[in-house]
């Protein structure tokens, strides 16, 4: 999974413009989000159709604002450019949470 430290308005267009991205806001900081590290690979793997990213969202907060993203960990998917689906809220994500989102949008 790649990891962003500071997304900008047109890296995010250039990142999700082709194909299939999942976007995880996430901060270093966040317990709930290092709930989802030991699962995350798994995960990636399960839904190798999609580029994963980790978005630093203290280094991100303008676009996670525009995306209304005001919790974390949250996650956004899209589709060639179009966002298809959203986990977006402050709680703690389970692994099977994260699993049963991403499948819906198959």
Sequence with gaps: MEEIKELTS????????NGKVVLLF?????PDCR????????????????KFYKVDRDGSV???KELN????PSFV???????IGRL????????????NF????K
């Design 10 to 17: 047109e890296k995010l267009k250039e990142i999700t413009k």
């Design 26 to 30: 996430s901060a270093a900081w966040c």
């Design 35 to 50: 709930f989802l590290d030991p699962f995350l690979p798994q995960i990636e793997k399960d839904n190798s159709d999609a």
């Design 62 to 64: 303008d676009v996670a």
């Design 69 to 72: 993203i005001f919790g974390i």
């Design 77 to 83: 998917v899209y589709q060639d450019g179009k966002e």
């Design 88 to 99: 977006v809220n402050k709680d703690r994500k389970t692994k099977e949470e994260v699993e």
């Design 102 to 105: 991403l499948n819906s949008l």
